[in-house]
Nanobody, 124 residues
Framework: QVQLVESGGGLVQAGGSLRLSCAAS????????MGWFRQAPGKEREFVAG????????YYADSVKGRFTISRDNVKDAVYLQMNSLKPEDTAVYYC?????????????????WGQGTQVTVSS
């Protein structure tokens, strides 16, 4: 069974940092684009960041550029989201996702695999 399992969420004060991790099991995603999404209460899920299979290309939502950094470790089959200078508006459930097709670039990624999500709460 293919699984993406997120961890690292929690409660943090505004201006603080958190690092989210996502571990894959059941198959390898080392040749697939991976990404992070989030969904705040009462809002639709939105794209946060994506990373190519090599890690050489990254994409970010305008709202997190300069504050969040996505990275990956293909040996561990894991992807990370370093979140700095957190704001209350970053409060959401954060989801890890993976494209099912090999080598498709982030600009054309179709995310078919999803984790269960991890809660991030930023207090003011």
């Amino acid at each position: 069974q293919v699984q993406l399992v997120e961890s690292g969420g929690g409660l943090v004060q505004a201006g603080g940092s958190l690092r989210l991790s996502c571990a894959a099991s059941g198959r390898s995603f080392s040749r697939n684009t991976m990404g992070w999404f989030r969904q705040a209460p009462g809002k639709e899920r939105e794209f946060v960041a994506g990373i190519s299979w090599t890690g050489s290309s990254t994409y970010y939502a305008d709202s997190v550029k300069g504050r969040f950094t996505i990275s990956r470790d293909n040996v561990k089959d894991a992807v990370y989201l370093q979140m700095n200078s957190l704001k209350p508006e970053d409060t959401a459930v954060y989801y890890c996702a993976a494209d099912s097709k090999y080598f498709r670039p982030p600009s054309r990624a179709e995310y078919d695999y999803w984790g269960q999500g991890t809660q991030v709460t930023v207090s003011s």
